[in-house]
């Protein structure tokens, strides 16, 4: 696990830039809130807000990224609002925490823009818990709010602008149908659901720290799309929770609630929030305890007692999360992971079809945002896949194909990545059979991906010049992947 954080591909170091960029627009929003007079929970809901804006938009331009970032007010203002009126109302409060979240969930269904608003709205209502907003605050929160997504947006667009697009919750071919027969919808009343478990055990557990089950549960289900995707991300919360209280304790004891080192760790620990949450979910998950236990110390309230208390509350949650996907309208692995896998063999194709634009003399062909696109990519196949290739799973003969297949798409992507680089030399040689391979690359994905004829991609000799060499090192990495992905339906990789 910590050779996988360190040693991923980074692509244009945009997982560095990602976090680098998210440490200074949040310390700029939280630095902006001390100086406009906000009390510190003032400044933890700023830089929530700011981390919140600067994580979960994804759109897939920068100017489709400012108008959601413009409309993150518009949900996060009267959550927050509904969730301070109702403080002093327990029953009414739950109810609307569950109907946030069950619309937080269905929002998906509208693509990025629909689950980056959800998710806000979501953690508007969570944060208002922590704090006990009340009516009387709702103003200073308010400037709060607007303040740091201000300075986020000043940095994400204007200080450090540069498109970056992380695949969506649901791939696209999930999000047909209607009712029921629509995977956001079948989420949505699994996380209600989940939530519901979360909330009424959490209470039990602790009638001040509820709130953490039902956060637990709503972040097991962001970027899950599967039964298996739930019950693994269920999985890694509960240890990477476990792993950050034993290292909180370590690193926010000594400190007691001192200012400058609080803020040097929590610096880190959201330098690793974002550094990691492309690669390794346990470790976010590590980053974020740690943050939530400096926070606690610089609150006073930090104590051995309070991280067992998180860690018993984000158990509840991720099991409620966990139970929900199995008995509530289940989404089966299958779909997703055929989903997923064809994308990224898509954007195999695309990183291809630039690279060799760019070989023959197209000025403006790029691929490398294409490169980074099928880095993500793989990250989410590595999700879809993971219920398959889990030690715990018994099913020796599925465990087997779903690390090939991973193990041929890597290779994929490593011939890709030497392609892109060759690409970019430019005195680089053009040769006359570079327009035949990448046809042949076209017609291997078409054909796996069931929209060519039904062959599979042929195996070639592999040429001395670099580029047509990548070029057919991936199409023998296309080759070998046919046997895997089109074994007899009863004993499909994907079924599960």
Not at 96 to 123: D, E, N, Q, T
Not at 131 to 136: C, E, I, L, S
Not at 286 to 313: D, I, K
Request: proline share 6%; net charge positive.
């Amino acid at each position: 696990m910590l050779k996988r954080v360190f040693t991923a591909p980074d692509p244009g170091r945009t997982r560095l830039r990602f976090a680098a960029r998210a440490v200074l627009g949040i310390g700029l929003a939280v630095v902006a809130c001390g100086l406009a007079g906000q009390s510190l929970p003032g400044a933890v809901t700023g830089g929530l807000a700011a981390l919140l804006a600067l994580f979960t938009v994804t759109d897939a331009t920068v100017r489709q990224q400012a108008v959601t970032t413009a409309l993150l007010p518009a949900v996060g203002v009267p959550v927050l609002a509904l969730a301070a009126v109702l403080h002093g109302v327990p029953v009414a409060r739950d109810l609307a925490f569950l109907a946030v979240v069950g619309i937080g969930v269905y929002a998906r269904r509208w693509g990025p823009r629909g689950h980056s608003l959800g998710v806000f709205a979501f953690m508007m209502f969570f944060v208002a818990q922590f704090v006990h907003a009340t009516p009387g605050q709702l103003p200073t929160l308010y400037v709060a709010l607007l303040l740091s997504l201000l300075c986020a947006a000043v940095v994400r667009f204007g200080l450090w602008c540069y498109e970056r697009r992380r695949p969506q919750a649901v791939p696209p071919a999930l999000l047909s149908g209607t009712g029921l027969a629509r995977a956001t919808t079948r989420q949505a009343a699994q996380a209600v659901a989940g939530a519901g478990f979360a909330l009424a055990v959490g209470q039990v557990v602790s009638g001040q720290r509820w709130y953490w089950a039902v956060g637990a549960t709503w972040w097991v289900f962001v970027n899950t799309a599967s039964r298996g995707e739930t019950l693994v991300r269920g999985f890694r919360r509960v240890l990477g929770t476990l792993i950050g209280v034993a290292l909180g304790l370590l690193l926010a004891a000594p400190v007691h609630g001192a200012p400058v080192p609080t803020a040097v760790i929590v610096t880190v620990a959201v330098f690793g929030i974002f550094y990691t949450a492309a690669v390794s979910y346990t470790w976010m998950m590590l980053c974020v305890t740690v943050m939530a236990s400096m926070l606690y110390g610089l609150l006073g309230v930090l104590s051995p007692a309070l991280l067992v208390l998180r860690l018993a509350e984000t158990a509840v949650g991720a099991f409620g999360a966990m139970l929900a996907v199995l008995v509530v309208l289940p989404v089966t692995t299958h779909a997703t992971t055929d989903a997923w896998i064809h994308r990224a063999l898509h954007a195999v194709r695309a990183c291809t079809a630039e690279a060799a634009a760019r070989l023959a003399g197209a000025v403006t062909a790029d691929p490398a945002p294409h490169v980074a696109e099928l880095e993500q990519l793989l990250g989410r196949v590595r999700l879809a896949v993971a219920p398959l290739t889990h030690p715990l799973n018994p099913l020796l003969g599925r465990k087997r194909r779903a690390r090939r297949v991973l193990g041929l798409l890597d290779d994929c992507a490593r011939e890709v990545r030497g392609l892109v680089a060759v690409a970019a030399d430019p005195v680089a040689s053009h040769d006359t059979r570079l327009t035949d391979a990448c046809r042949r690359v076209e017609t291997a994905v078409e054909a796996l991906t069931g929209r060519g004829a039904e062959h599979a991609p042929q195996r070639t000799d592999t040429p001395s010049e670099p580029v047509l060499a990548h070029l057919h090192g991936l199409e023998r990495a296309l080759a070998e992947l046919a046997e895997p992905l089109r074994v007899p339906p009863e004993s499909s990789l994907v079924r599960a």
